[in-house]
């Protein structure tokens, strides 16, 4: 069986997006390495870890055609949502086939973000 063991996004302030993934979604430090100039740290996000690089000189955002969003499964959709509102986050909600709702909005470096109030492996 193969399942999600991380997911790497470059980012342009390391403490600046960490802040952001804690105050957020509460996602806990899991580790931090450096190699040379880059630096890693790695949150969990339940299932899976989220990776975030910085790398000196490269540009915050990640490089075209990488990927898309990341999709992340809301326990208290309305509390995350009234979060990301209090933050002043610009952000777009949409109601889907089964009647859940979900939203978009983007991280400090512009990466798309989603919540959804129910996760789609039901």
């Given amino acids: 069986m193969t399942v999600m063991d991380h997911l790497g996004i470059y980012v342009s302030d390391m403490e600046r997006s960490l802040a952001f993934y804690r105050d ?3 996602f806990e430090e899991h ?4 190699l040379g100039e880059t630096r890693i740290v790695f949150l969990d996000i339940g299932k899976g870890l989220l990776e975030l690089v910085q790398r ?3 540009p915050g955002e990640p490089p075209k055609g990488s990927w898309s969003h990341l999709a992340l499964h809301a326990e208290d959709f309305d509390g995350l949502l009234s979060k990301i509102v209090e933050m002043g986050l610009e952000h777009r909600t949409s109601t889907i086939g089964d009647g859940s709702r979900i939203a978009f909005f983007k991280d400090p470096d ?10 789609f492996d039901q």
């Fill in 56 to 58: 000196p000189g490269a």
């Fill in 24 to 26: 957020v979604f509460g």
């Fill in 31 to 34: 580790s931090r390495l450096n």
């Fill in 110 to 119: 512009g990466h798309d973000l989603e919540i959804d109030e129910k996760p």
